[in-house]
């Protein structure tokens, strides 16, 4: 049941192992596997060594937003330097290679989508052959879908949004596995259900309040919150100033209802507070329905 896949983890915790042993390495948080998403994504928190530069990326894209210290990106012979607040999209198929540029350990999160088994997440062994992450090749990569963001900047959209709602993969650009946003939750979400995409949350920074199945769950920062889809679920900012937080869409489409909802913000707003009739309207399309 959907509802059974609701987590809340810990900043420090880590999903229990399904697989024998060897485990994944101590450096590395499993937030979400496979099993967790039904296949959506898996999401790691690495902490000093990195999992994703000896995989060959067939099947999968990467995405990583780096949260302490400086990680490389060699592509094509070029190193992009990944600070703090700042991501990267490898998509399938294009050969890249990732690693620390700082003295100090880099926490990094990595999103894989679609989603993989754990035994693949392990430290690979010296003088073994990469992983080939995803299971087997869906054709040559598209190089133009590979996306170095900076610190507040965000991909391009139909429309403009405000700089609380920093979109920082599109559906299009992860040939629609996932969208993912960093958000500032300044306002109450009313209790709403997403029929058909789980939603992730990874608090940045102050507390966010989520409701769900009757209770009032506190998520912190380093926290990871994880919403099946189908389940009602109310969000709502537990901290002033208000939280931080990347927001994750599986399958993707989050950015295209918060575009939907720009266009109608006359309709759907008065005096900071959302109209659900109003909204419904908006979301219907999108596969979101608000409680009225």
């Known amino acids: 049941m959907s509802k059974n896949r609701f987590i809340l983890l810990d900043a420090d915790a880590s999903r229990p192992s399904r697989t024998p042993p060897p485990p994944s390495p101590p450096s590395l948080l499993v937030k979400a596997d496979a099993a967790d998403t039904e296949g959506r994504f898996t999401l790691l928190e690495s902490r000093g ?38 991501c990267a999209l490898l998509p399938r198929g294009v050969r890249h290679r990732v ?12 999103l894989i989508a679609p989603g993989v088994r754990e035994e693949f997440l392990r430290a ?69 259900v997403h029929h058909e995409a789980d939603e992730a949350i990874y608090v940045l920074e102050g507390e966010l309040a989520v409701a769900y ?3 009032v769950h506190t998520a ?12 009602p679920h109310a969000l709502r900012p537990g901290s002033a100033p208000p939280p931080r ?15 939907a909802t720009i266009e109608a ?7 900071g507070r959302l109209d659900a009739a109003a909204l419904n309207r908006v979301a219907a399309p999108h596969g979101i329905t608000y409680e009225e």
Do not use: N
């Open 245 to 259: 937080v990347l927001q994750i869409s599986a399958p993707g489409g989050w950015e295209r209802f918060v575009e």
């Open 213 to 215: 199945d009757g209770r």
């Open 265 to 271: 913000s006359a309709q759907v707003g008065a005096g």
């Open 49 to 86: 060594e990195h999992p994703v530069p000896s995989y060959v990326h067939e099947a999968c894209d990467v995405f990583v937003h780096v949260l302490e210290g400086e990680l490389g990106v060699d592509r094509d012979g070029v190193t992009h330097r990944i600070a703090p607040g700042m």
């Open 124 to 192: 690979p062994v010296p003088g073994e052959a990469p992983t080939h992450l995803g299971g087997g090749a869906e054709g040559p990569g598209d190089p133009d879908r590979f996306v170095v963001l900076d610190r507040g900047q965000a991909r391009p959209g139909r429309v403009a949004v405000p700089p609380a709602f920093c979109v920082k993969a599109r559906t299009e650009d992860t040939e629609g596995r996932f969208s993912l946003l960093e958000v500032v939750v300044a306002q109450d979400i009313p209790r709403h």
């Open 99 to 110: 690693h620390g540029l700082s003295a100090a350990p880099v926490r990094a999160l990595y």
């Open 220 to 231: 912190a920062e380093g926290q990871f919150v994880l919403l099946p889809h189908g389940v």
